[in-house]
């Protein structure tokens, strides 16, 4: 199996494990959306609050997509096979919780959009981050020119898919496409960590913090405004909330329900 789900107390590790590269194989993306669909049921019912991506082995996060299957390709499946993978990773990004990259090698291609698919991304020093899909004929297909250019800009963007660029770790934060970088190996260690500070905090909140930040994405500023103070105002007849006021007054941990 391409896909494997581990958990770490209420983070779900979805681990891709496609040797030698963890290619988007058809048979992965298949497992892949399995995984993502029954994630959703799990964070609904409280179970899962943050989940993290990660590649099986040492050297590769996902390297790219299956490239085998590009030489069959027509407008018409190759349309189709671009809004497979965009519907994928929609789904992915989509998820009302957290999702953390953790990028432990090469991400490139199919691979670096299913990163920037995530919430967050951490890369290992050794991660080697890009597009290279114009050295194939292509665009990137699975989200790339679109999340690419919203991370980094436009500008940026347009240069490192026209060149096909490859970037260090260091590079890729410097630029904003990655929000860290630790020393190799201890990229999913990192990702576990950050995930786990999540869990401690109030989930309804969370969870509302992500859709106004991907909500007010698509949105003019004050349409974006007016999405978070409904947010802000539904929050407010939460426990948790209550709770987390009670807490600061009284000097004390909240004790945070999903409530």
């Known amino acids: 199996m391409p896909v494997h789900l581990e958990y770490a107390g209420r983070t779900a590790i979805i681990r891709l494990d496609n040797p030698p590269v963890n290619a988007?194989?058809?048979?992965?993306l298949k497992e892949l959306r399995e995984a993502i669909q029954k994630l959703r049921q799990q964070i609904e019912a409280g179970d899962v609050r943050a989940v993290v991506v990660t590649g099986n082995g040492p050297k590769?996060?996902?390297?790219?997509a299956d490239i085998t299957r590009f030489l069959e390709l027509d407008p018409v499946s190759g349309r189709e096979l671009a809004r497979e993978g965009q519907v994928i990773f929609e789904e992915l990004a989509f998820l009302p919780c957290p999702v953390i990259a953790a990028v432990n090698g090469y991400a490139l291609g199919g691979g670096l959009e299913l990163a920037m698919a995530c919430d967050i991304r951490i890369a290992a020093a050794n991660a080697r981050l890009g597009q290279p899909e114009v050295n194939l004929g292509l665009i990137?297909?699975?989200?790339g020119t679109q999340r690419l250019a919203r991370l980094v800009g436009p500008g940026k963007a347009k240069e490192l898919i026209f060149t096909g660029e490859t970037l260090l770790a260091e590079e890729a934060l410097r630029i904003g496409l990655v929000d860290r970088v630790v020393p190799e190996g201890k990229a999913l260690e990192e990702a576990l960590r950050v995930a786990a500070v999540i869990d401690g905090k109030a989930p309804l909140a969370v969870r509302a913090a992500k859709e106004a930040i991907n909500r007010g994405l698509d949105l003019p500023l004050d349409k974006g405004l007016e999405a978070e103070a409904d947010l802000f105002g539904s929050l407010c007849a939460t426990e948790d909330q209550k709770e987390g006021a009670r807490a600061f007054l009284e000097k004390r941990s909240p004790q945070f329900r999903g409530a």
């Open 140 to 143: 990137p297909g699975y989200g």
């Open 60 to 64: 590769s996060f996902v390297a790219g």
């Open 24 to 28: 988007l194989s058809a048979a992965l």
